[in-house]
């Protein structure tokens, strides 16, 4: 998962980041799709994983206050381009006539697949919250009410950034332009605008960075802690109390993938097919577990069961499939470095580390 899921997802918030904050500062007219593969775009993106990385490394509260911060900056940002797409169409309704008379348009069958990765990514970042689970005073009441509220706000938040978008744009500028919200700026407001808009957005995407680097190291640090992944990433600092072993570890692949690719498109089939792999991966683990351990104290449940985790599964091998058929290489990849770490783990790792709690052995023997 760290190796392909975590690292695509940081990766791909980051070159968003550059790709936004290069058409806000840029003096160049930027048409649509030349950043991707635009070196400025790869250091950037780079330079702001280092940056948050050790910033992390500072502690919890400090990462904490920067998250709350950025948070506000997008919470705000949201707000702005909702309010603008309902004025736009509150004085011109045709273009969202005309986007909704044929909303299939140019669209195919085959593409729906990849299409809906790229949407789904939009609510992955609730499941991150499991990663902080030991730092939280009730995990049991928190993490439920996490997802399912983080679910419903994403939901709305996205459906009305969309019907905002397609509000001003037509919808095939919104298919291919990669700074879609400076766009809707120009329209809206003007030039100027669009560019102070682009830097707005560049700064709520650090919050989405900082969230997942955050997220992503405890996730590495627990692993280290329950002999799943190698001791020395189970570090964690006298000083700030922060694994940072395990955040530094994690910056280094994410500036590796970056420097290998910082195209939008290729990271987001790289991610895509590797993540919902260890999605429906997971589904199959909870239905095997609680088959295998039905006595397991269990905090709270999967409604359903196992009806829920058998749609989820389906789903998955359906988007796995559709993102593989529409970029074989990037998906290729990403299998390449999952597979990988199978045989690294269980002769480097497991074999050095024989223990491990019960429920975690269940999962990764599933892997096998």
């Not at 790869?42 to 948070?71: D, E, H, P, S, W």
């Not at 009305?160 to 700074?179: G, M």
């Not at 072993?245 to 195209?263: E, P, R």
Request: charged share 10%.
């Amino acid at each position: 998962m760290f190796f392909a899921v975590t690292a695509g997802s940081i990766n791909l918030i980051a070159t968003s980041f550059a790709q936004y904050l290069l058409s806000g500062i840029s003096s160049v007219e930027i048409e649509h799709g030349e950043l991707n593969g635009d070196v400025r775009v790869k250091y950037i993106a780079i330079l702001c994983v280092v940056m948050l990385t050790f910033l992390n490394c500072a502690g919890v509260r400090f990462g904490a206050v920067v998250q709350n911060l950025l948070g506000a900056c997008k919470a705000a940002l949201v707000a702005l381009v909702v309010v603008l797409g309902i004025s736009f169409y509150i004085n011109d309704r045709t273009v969202l006539e005309r986007n909704m008379s044929q909303p299939f348009r140019g669209s195919s069958l085959s593409g729906f697949g990849p299409s809906m990765v790229a949407a789904l990514w939009a609510f992955c970042g609730w499941g991150d919250v499991v990663f902080l689970a030991e730092e939280m005073k009730n995990p049991e009441k928190d993490i439920p009410r996490t997802a399912f509220y983080s679910i419903a706000i994403v939901t709305i938040t996205y459906l009305a950034v969309n019907l905002s978008f397609l509000s001003v744009l037509p919808s095939t500028d919104v298919q291919s332009s990669v700074t879609v919200a400076m766009d809707l700026g120009k329209v809206v407001i003007g030039q100027g605008a669009g560019r102070w808009i682009a830097i707005i957005v560049s700064i709520s995407l650090l919050g989405s960075i900082n969230g997942v680097i955050m997220c992503g190291g405890r996730y590495l640090y627990g692993a280290a802690k329950s002999g799943e992944a190698h001791r020395w990433l189970g570090y964690v600092s006298e000083l700030t109390g922060a694994p940072t072993t395990a955040l530094i570890f994690q910056g280094a692949w994410s500036v590796l993938l970056l420097s290998w690719s910082s195209n939008f498109l290729e990271i987001l089939s790289y991610f895509g097919a590797a993540s919902f792999f260890i999605y429906g991966l997971s589904a199959a683990a909870q239905i095997q577990i609680r088959h295998k351990l039905p006595d397991l104290h269990r905090p709270y449940g999967v409604p359903f069961h196992p009806v829920v985790p058998i749609i989820v599964i389906c789903t998955c091998v359906y988007l796995v499939f559709s993102t593989i058929s529409s970029s074989f290489f990037q998906s290729a990849c990403a299998f390449v470095f999952m597979f990988v770490s199978f045989p690294v783990y269980y002769f480097l790792v497991k074999g050095r580390n024989p223990g491990g709690d019960t429920e975690t052995d269940v999962t990764s023997s599933l892997l096998m």
